[in-house]
C-alpha cells in the first residue's frame, strides 16, 4: 500500500511541476524561447527557431513569431498581422558589424527602386545600431513588426527606435526569409511551422 502511495505521489509531482512550469517551444543552442508572446496585445506563436552561425562561429539564435504557423515565408514576409523576430547573441559582436550584415541582407533581397526609397528609413535604422556601439552574449534584440507597417527594434527589452512604413518591415523579413536569406538552414528552421 505504501508503494502504490509513493508512486501517485511521484506521479502527482511530476504533473504539477509539468503543469506549473512555463511552457518552452524550442531549445537552440542553449537559449530557451517561449512558444508564444504578445505584440500590441495580440497573441503571437513561435513559428520556427534556428541559429545563425558565419564561418563555424554561433553568431545569434533567431526565433519567429507569427499570428498563426505557417512554412509560407511570403505569407509571412506580406502578412498584414504583427510579427516578431527575436534573436538572442551568442557572441559578443560589434553594433556596425551586425547592422552591416542586415544592411548587406536587405540590399540582397530588394531592387534599386526600393532600397532607395528606403534609404531614410534605413539611415534611421543604422543610427539606432551605431548607438548600442557592441553587443554581447545574451543580448536581446527585437524587430517588432506591426499590422500598420511599423518597425520597432529593442534592445535587451528598451525601444531603441520605431520607424513606420510597411517597407521596411518587409525588407526586414526578407533578411531571413527572403529569397537570398542569411542562412539557407536558419530560413529553413525559422519556417518549421
Not at 523576430?85 to 531592387?111: C, H, P, Q
Not at 517588432?144 to 523579413?173: C, E, M, R, W
Request: a positive charge.
Amino acid at each position: 500500500m505504501k508503494q502504490i502511495i509513493s508512486k501517485s505521489m511521484a506521479v502527482c509531482f511530476v504533473a504539477a511541476t509539468l503543469w506549473v512550469s512555463p511552457g518552452r517551444a524550442a531549445e537552440v543552442a542553449g537559449v530557451k524561447l517561449d512558444d508564444s508572446t504578445t505584440a500590441n496585445g495580440t497573441q503571437l506563436v513561435l513559428n520556427g527557431a534556428g541559429i545563425r552561425t558565419k564561418l563555424g562561429a554561433k553568431v545569434y539564435v533567431a526565433g519567429l513569431y507569427v499570428p498563426a504557423k505557417s512554412t509560407d515565408a511570403d505569407s509571412i514576409i506580406n502578412g498584414t498581422g504583427p510579427r516578431k523576430m527575436k534573436l538572442v547573441m551568442k557572441r559578443g559582436v560589434g553594433a556596425d558589424t551586425m547592422w552591416g550584415a542586415f544592411r548587406d541582407g536587405i540590399e540582397e533581397n530588394s531592387t534599386k527602386d526600393e532600397l532607395k526609397a528606403l534609404e531614410p528609413k534605413l539611415e534611421r535604422m543604422e543610427k539606432a545600431f551605431n548607438d548600442l556601439h557592441k553587443t554581447s552574449e545574451g543580448d536581446i534584440l527585437e524587430f517588432d513588426f506591426a499590422a500598420d507597417g511599423a518597425t520597432t527594434f529593442s534592445f535587451n527589452g528598451q525601444i531603441k527606435v520605431a520607424i513606420p512604413g510597411k517597407d521596411l518591415s518587409t525588407a526586414f523579413l526578407k533578411i531571413w526569409l527572403g529569397a537570398k536569406p542569411a542562412q539557407s538552414a536558419l530560413k529553413k528552421d525559422l519556417l518549421k511551422g
